[in-house]
């Protein structure tokens, strides 16, 4: 989760824009449900679906939803914090951490929106091209993008909600990782009697030990589609402007929505910094409550905050392509 050198840097943007191919594809198969006109529930119950299942594979083809990140840097950030002594870490330590991670979120972000969009963009039209008509109406391209507004569509209360709900699903993810620790899930399934009668060792052992390894993050990313799929029918339902807006998906249905009536240049520029308000929010809300989460669980306390930034301003005046792009070796950030 953390880059630390232009090889690790491109592995992350390879991952991230093989997840932005998935997500391409899970707000397509959205857009079409919300199109059948079926009834709040049983649409509701197809997108938690959609993008639940789809979160899923993401992971078991070991691609990155950009947005999981800020969980395992929150914990590394506490994890440095803890090593270096209560309240005595080095302001610069941990500000040359917090541009690994400012980098490394950023071309995993990159992975996942640049494809997702273009990826989006050139479907819808290939679509009109070779059908006359375009991927969504001019009605739902102009909702698409009018869902992206900070304001009038209160995409900055729902990107903190996704924010939130990001959060949650990376407890829930810690919770079934430490069930399967404390049930010996891996070692029940090799030797499961009903599984012994159908499947050989070892793909029993295989399956075994996926599951010791994967069964907290594939329940987490479960849930986590869940909980954006539901979120609009609990407003629905209490009668609350409720929604979430995750940046991968508003890329993804901004690519649609513009493949079928394309704004002018300026309305596109307006609308990639909506993208990029929306992103700010998915990840910083995430970032701040698992980070509280993680020093109060080490009985830490953050108290040099100030020192912090200005150690992190000072390196991005000094090397500021830094925070955006990593160095040949790790050897050779350390020199520096």
């Known amino acids: 989760y953390i ?33 059948l006109g079926l009834s709040p529930l049983n649409q509701t119950v197809l997108v938690c679906l959609n993008y639940g299942i789809g979160f899923m594979i993401i992971h078991m083809m070991h691609f990155t939803v950009a947005t999981k990140q800020p969980a395992m840097t929150a914990s590394k950030f506490a994890s440095v914090l803890q090593q270096e002594g209560q309240g005595g870490a080095k302001p610069d330590t941990l500000a040359s951490l917090l541009i690994q991670v400012s980098r490394s ?8 929106v640049s494809v997702a969009l273009l990826l ?15 991927v969504v109406t001019d009605t739902k391209s102009a909702y698409l993008l009018y869902e992206l507004t900070p ?26 990782d430490n069930r399967a620790a404390l049930l010996c899930l891996g070692e029940r399934l090799k030797y499961h009697p009903l599984l012994k009668k159908i499947m050989p060792f070892s793909i029993r052992e295989k ?11 594939l329940a987490g990313n479960f849930i986590f589609g869940v909980l954006l799929g539901a979120t609009s029918y609990i407003g629905y339902m209490l009668n609350l402007p409720l929604g979430i807006r995750h940046v991968a998906f508003s890329s993804a249905n901004f690519g649609y929505a513009v493949s079928a009536n394309t ?28 980070l509280n989460v993680a020093l109060r669980s080490r009985n830490l306390k953050l108290t040099s905050f100030s020192k912090i930034m200005k150690a992190f301003a000072w390196e991005v005046r000094k090397k500021p392509l830094s925070l955006f792009f990593p160095p040949e070796t790790e050897d050779n950030e350390n020199d520096q």
Do not use: C
């Open 151 to 176: 304001l009038a569509s209160l995409a900055v209360l729902h990107a903190a909600i996704a924010g939130v709900w990001l959060f949650v699903s990376g407890l829930a993810a810690g919770f079934f």
């Open 120 to 134: 989006s963009f050139a479907l819808g039209v290939v679509y009109l091209n070779f059908t006359d008509t375009p």
């Open 105 to 112: 979120q950023f071309i995993a972000i990159m992975g996942n």
């Open 263 to 290: 704004p002018g240049y300026h309305e596109l520029l307006l609308y990639i910094f909506y993208i990029v308000l929306i992103a700010s929010l998915n990840l910083w809300v995430r970032f701040i409550l698992a």
């Open 3 to 35: 880059t630390k050198n232009r090889k690790d840097y491109l592995q992350m943007f390879i991952s991230g824009a093989g997840g932005g191919i998935f997500i391409a594809a899970m707000a397509l198969i959205k857009i079409n449900i919300t199109g």
């Open 207 to 217: 399956l075994g030990n996926y599951l010791d390894e994967n069964y907290g993050a």
